[in-house]
């Protein structure tokens, strides 16, 4: 079993920047991902990382979101720089202890997730 809990999230203005967090608990997590959830809409993938510290990422982020990982705390970062309007969202973290999954941007292939946090980024 893994407990997730994400926490950074806030009110910022367009072009500012955050860092989430993301902290987990029991099991060793392989793949750790991001996701959001606008209102309204589905939950999105956003960006991923592997216990070998492959990323990978949504097109809509690349070059403005960066993920990274500290093993010895069991946490997991997300760097979004130059936010936009469109980034508001709910931000949830989701973990799979399953190697195989490889790169995977289905939430389907992760087991455990996070409670979330609110990202609202204001024009």
């Known amino acids: 079993q893994v407990q997730l809990v994400e926490s950074g999230g806030g009110l910022v203005q367009a072009g500012d920047s955050l860092t989430l967090s993301c902290a987990a608990s029991?099991?060793?997590?392989?793949?750790t991902a991001w996701f959001r959830q606008a209102p309204g809409k589905e939950r999105d993938f956003v960006a991923g990382?592997?216990?070998?510290?492959?990323?990978f990422y949504a097109d809509s982020v690349k070059g403005r979101f960066s993920i990274s990982r500290d093993n010895a705390k069991k946490t997991v970062y997300l760097q979004m720089n130059t936010l936009k309007s469109e980034d508001t969202a709910v931000y949830y973290c989701?973990?799979?202890?399953?190697?195989?999954?490889?790169?995977?941007?289905?939430?389907?292939?992760?087991?455990?997730w996070g409670q979330g946090t609110q990202v609202t980024v204001s024009s």
């Open positions: 029991g099991s060793t997590v392989y793949t």
């Open positions: 989701a973990a799979s202890l399953v190697g195989a999954i490889g790169q995977s941007m289905r939430r389907i292939q992760y087991t455990f």
């Open positions: 990382i592997n216990w070998g510290s492959s990323t």
